[in-house]
């Protein structure tokens, strides 16, 4: 299994990215794809760096820093199945992006990510402060169920309002979608995504005395509360940060962590932190290859992908791991 | 209280409370509309004696179905949820928390968009095997932590649907009103699709007394003579058919299945024999006042033309029931 | 003429409690550097809630703590932890870990909270793996051991940490009859030859009798009697404290107080 991983990840981010860059209309050759990205003068320069390129740095990146987020919310609550997506985070940036979407509200591109942002945070604080300090995860998942169910009543009691042509572009959203993003997008996001991976890096020893429980963690000199906020904080902001341009992309922050663990052949907290990323980003990469492939010319939003493949992986990480 | 309600006259003074409510819901749905309507008249068409034939229309045809099929839907809902908890003494399962309302749409939506002639009829026959798939799914993988299970059942189930609508993006909107459930745009036809389903509410308060000494534990049930293979087949049954017809009629409307049975349970205790057909009541009650709320906020927005679009009921239970389940996530963590 | 002692730990009219209840309504104590306190008596009695507040695990209700004579809450956190450490029963078992990446947590206080990462202590976790015979469970994972095995992590965990003193709760718990006493010769010996305070909760009198220079008996959260062990464990004191009618006899091996219950 181990050696299955170490394998995979670097030879999936290597195809993912090939694919990435030659896959499509037209199809390239990876020598030609190369030379088309380094010589303006090609006719595909143009389709690879403002097209294909920006769209898969996009994918490593939001795939490394969801991963990110997700390990820290798993250490930092001491519950397998805490992630962004089962913790109502998610949920509370689609209802701001759905509100802004539906309504028309003129909000530009840049300023998205803080919008969604607040929703996502209210929305976590909302579960993780009604959490309290249980560790069943049926009760995280419930309570995270509640609270997405709230959020999602909000967005079709908002869609109920608007047109079909907006409703059409928020369904996608809804679902998590990398199509189409370019380089504004890559920059909209870019600043927030290297703010939270350096403060989850800082965060990281002290989130991992914190697995050993709140009291031994006291015990040790760290401040626990203030250590929990701040990596639920950091996580919203990574989460928040990708569900601004690619929507909520489901189950690569629960799943990665899981796999990374497996890959470092550890739970200590900081060496999985360094394994989440690489596992994330190829994760994201490769589902994102899937969903605009596998009917192709039509284009499955990733976040489908990412769920279908998700879920049963998740279910067999879960059991093995008991 | 609960004692004093639990006694005869409490019971029939609970119904009579029940009664009342129901009759001030039905009125409430019937006087208000678009048009407005006045309440001569719309007594008057409901005794065919209307002065205008368009009041018929309006009053028999959109009003009253609209109110019948809530109450009814909702009544089933609240049985459904009431039976899984039973079956798994765990008073948080309900069609949404366990994926089979999900199961049910997905099946529904699947035969509007790749089946569109099968009709209303087909929706009831999809409802009724999607929700027994997901159960059957559910039952088989998870049922030690029905949550866990149910909320990622439920995600893929998203997914699959979400797939469909990839394919065809042109129903999106009735789409997305089955997913969260929707009262709107009832019509005769679903109200006599869906009465026969009432049937049900009588065999689940048959079961009344197994599902009572179930409650003591498998063993102390076996005690009792009871079978409890048997008996957890038919009660999963009645409870999956009961959540699939509502859902067939109305949507995968959330969390009625939840609060219905626990205000019923605050107020009557646990015993099946009541409990059952008092979170029937309950589950109709709310269903129809939440359909009035979600009603009343759409008909506050101008520009919406038809009675299709507006605020879906689902979202109105969705944010109601949300914060019961947290609180009594948070009361059984506590015990 | 008994030696000059320091106090290195103290309550000082200190209130404790969990969430709004206090336990302990008001209470002195001093802890001189160089023993072995334990602290006893029956459930409820505030023990744990006691050990936690002045490991400022809890926050005091009032009065306060002081560590080395100052006020604790005038040092950091981590700076308490280098000087202090703590066990307590609440100990979580991550799923997966190994023996060796939960003593190595011990370290975190030496370290900073910034550093990520940094060469493992190497002398000083064996040391403490050593002491507590884990060298040859290092690797294994801590959930795959037995409930001795996991306590004597935890031991070793706060021996990493370096500490002059450590304050327990109940750390013999879950420990078979072997374990129990390499425990208490491992605290005995941590105190006699290292000089390390050691404040723990016990509730088996007669270990707290052998192996401790003090006990401490309390009960609704007052102290009710306290001194050395042939001072506190006596027919009135067990009356008063356990409600239990016994006879104290010498220990045949140490010729301290032994009870047995009448």
């Known amino acids: 299994m181990i050696v299955i991983l170490k394998t995979t990840v670097p030879l999936g981010l290597v195809v993912g990215l090939l694919a990435g860059l030659c896959l499509g209309r037209p199809v390239l050759d990876p020598v030609a794809a190369v030379r088309a990205l380094l010589d303006p003068a090609d006719p595909a320069h143009v389709l690879l760096v403002e097209g294909r390129l920006p769209r898969a740095v996009l994918a490593v990146g939001a795939g490394g820093a969801l991963g990110v987020a997700g390990l820290l919310l798993q250490d930092v609550l001491r519950n397998p199945i805490a992630g962004p997506e089962l913790l109502g985070v998610s949920s509370g940036a689609a209802v701001v992006t759905a509100a802004v979407v539906v309504l028309g509200l003129a909000v530009p591109v840049v300023l998205l990510p803080y919008a969604a942002l607040a929703g996502a945070l209210v929305a976590g604080a909302l579960v993780v402060l009604t959490m309290g300090r249980t560790r069943s995860p049926d009760h995280v998942a419930l309570i995270g169920a509640a609270v997405s169910a709230a959020c999602g009543g909000l967005v079709v009691a908002v869609v109920g309002l608007g047109t079909q042509g907006n409703v059409v572009v928020l369904f996608r959203y809804l679902l998590g979608s990398l199509a189409a993003r370019g380089w504004t997008h890559v920059e909209a996001v870019a600043p927030w995504l290297l703010v939270g991976l350096v403060a989850a890096a800082l965060l990281a020893r002290r989130v991992e005395t914190l697995t050993l429980g709140d009291e031994v963690a006291a015990g040790l000199g760290v401040a626990v509360t203030r250590t929990r906020v701040l990596a639920v904080v950091v996580a919203a902001v990574l989460a928040a940060a990708v569900a601004s341009v690619c929507g909520p992309v489901a189950f690569v922050a629960l799943l990665a962590p899981h796999l990374a663990r497996r890959l470092a052949r550890t739970v200590a907290t900081r060496r999985v932190l360094v394994a989440v990323v690489p596992v994330g980003a190829a994760l994201l990469l490769c589902a994102d290859q899937v969903a605009r492939l596998v009917i192709y010319p039509v284009e499955v939003p990733v976040g489908v992908a990412t769920t279908l493949v998700g879920v049963p992986a998740l279910v067999l990480a879960l059991r093995s791991r008991a | 209280m609960r004692a004093a309600l639990r006694r005869p006259a409490g019971l029939s003074a609970l119904g009579a409370v029940a009664l009342l409510a129901g009759a001030v819901i039905v009125l409430a749905h019937l006087l208000t509309g678009r048009s407005s309507i006045p309440s001569a008249e719309v007594v008057a068409a409901l005794l065919g004696r209307a002065s205008e034939p368009a009041y018929t229309v309006v009053v028999l045809d959109h009003r009253l179905p609209r109110v019948l099929v809530g109450l009814a839907a909702g009544a089933l809902l609240a049985v459904a949820g009431v039976l899984v908890q039973a079956v798994v003494r765990n008073p948080l399962a309900e069609p949404s928390t366990t994926g089979v309302g999900a199961g049910a749409a997905l099946a529904v939506v699947a035969t509007l968009v790749l089946a569109p002639d099968l009709g209303q009829g087909g929706a009831y026959v999809a409802s009724l095997v999607g929700a027994l798939a997901t159960g059957a799914v559910l039952w088989a993988v998870g049922r030690r932590s029905f949550a866990v299970t149910g909320v990622l059942l439920g995600a893929v189930l998203a997914a699959v649907t979400s797939l469909l609508l990839v394919v065809d993006s042109a129903p999106l909107g009735t789409v997305l009103r089955w997913l969260v459930g929707s009262l709107n745009a009832r019509t005769p036809t679903d109200w006599a699709l869906l009465w026969p389903w009432l049937a049900l509410l009588p065999v689940a308060w048959a079961l009344a007394s197994r599902l009572n000494a179930w409650s003591l534990g498998e063993a102390a049930a076996v005690g009792l003579g009871l079978r409890p293979g048997p008996l957890l087949a038919v009660v999963l049954l009645v409870a999956v058919a009961c959540a699939a017809a509502a859902v067939a009629a109305a949507g995968a409307v959330a969390f009625v299945g939840l609060v219905a049975p626990h205000i019923g349970r605050l107020l009557v205790g646990a015993d099946h024999r009541v409990l059952v057909p008092v979170a029937a009541a309950l589950g109709a009650l709310l269903l129809s006042l939440a359909d009035l709320v979600a009603f009343s906020v759409s008909v506050q927005v101008p520009g919406l033309a038809t009675d299709v679009s507006g605020v879906p009921v689902g979202a109105v239970t969705a944010l109601i029931g949300a914060p019961v389940l947290v609180s009594l996530v948070r009361r059984e963590q506590r015990a | ?262």
């Open chain 3, 1 to 262: 003429m008994t030696p000059p002692t320091t106090t290195v730990l103290a309550g000082d009219g200190l209130a404790a409690g969990h969430g709004r209840t206090t336990v302990v309504p008001a209470l002195d104590l001093a802890v001189e550097a160089g023993t072995v306190t334990a602290l006893v008596g029956p459930n409820g009695s505030g023990k744990s809630t006691l050990l936690m507040t002045l490991a400022r695990v809890l926050p005091p209700r009032g009065g306060r703590v002081l560590l080395d004579g100052e006020p604790i809450t005038a040092r950091s956190s981590v700076e308490v932890a280098r000087r202090l450490g703590v066990l307590p029963q609440t100990a979580v078992v991550p799923a997966g870990a190994t023996v060796r990446e939960v003593v190595e947590q011990g370290r975190y206080p030496q370290l900073g909270p910034w550093a990520m990462m940094r060469r493992r202590d190497d002398s000083v976790m064996e040391r403490a793996l050593r002491l507590t015979g884990l060298l040859d469970l290092a690797d294994r994972r801590l959930d795959s051991l037995s409930g001795g095995e996991r306590q004597r992590a935890w031991i070793a965990m706060t021996l990493a940490q370096q500490t002059g003193i450590l304050l327990l709760d109940e750390p013999t718990t879950y420990l078979d009859v072997r374990h129990q006493i390499d425990l208490m010769r491992l605290v005995r010996g941590l105190c006699d030859e290292h000089g390390i305070t050691v404040v723990m909760v016990l509730h088996d009198l007669n270990q707290a009798a052998r192996y401790a220079d003090r006990l401490v008996a309390l009960r609704d959260g007052t102290v009710r009697a306290d001194g050395p062990p042939t001072a506190v464990l006596t027919p009135p004191v067990l009356r008063e404290v356990f409600d239990v009618d016994a006879v104290v006899v010498p220990d045949p091996v140490t010729g301290r107080p032994w009870f047995v219950a009448r």
